[in-house]
Nanobody
């Protein structure tokens, strides 16, 4: 069983920045894809960004040019740098990992609130 723990959420004003971290309890060297998803109140969970084991990147159109996903295999951690935040970015942000074995794990989420 792999545990994913997100951190870095909080309250920020529009136009501000936050950096989310997702720390895995085991090596992410055998992860096919790691990603960030988010769920706003009353809405379905949606993909924000993913990074593959070969560092191929994928972003939702709504965050392209503002968010950057990265990984540090030595630290078993994936990051999401969020700049130029908007009120519509308000959501609970979840980390997800898909291993080569096919197992999928989710973190418990971290709240991001963008408000003046």
């Amino acid at each position: 069983q792999v545990q994913l723990v997100e951190s870095g959420g909080g309250l920020v004003q529009p136009g501000g920045s936050l950096r989310l971290s997702c720390a895995a309890s085991s090596s992410i060297s055998r992860v096919l894809v790691m990603g960030w998803y988010r769920q706003a109140p009353g809405k379905q969970r949606e993909l924000v960004a993913t990074i593959s084991g070969e560092s191929s990147l994928n972003y939702a159109d709504s965050v392209k040019g503002r968010f950057t996903i990265s990984r540090n295999n030595a630290m078993n951690t994936v990051y999401l740098q969020m700049n130029s935040l908007k009120p519509e970015d308000t959501a609970v942000y979840y980390c997800r990992s898909t291993f080569m074995s096919g197992n999928v794990y989710w973190g418990r989420g971290t709240q991001v609130t963008v408000s003046s």
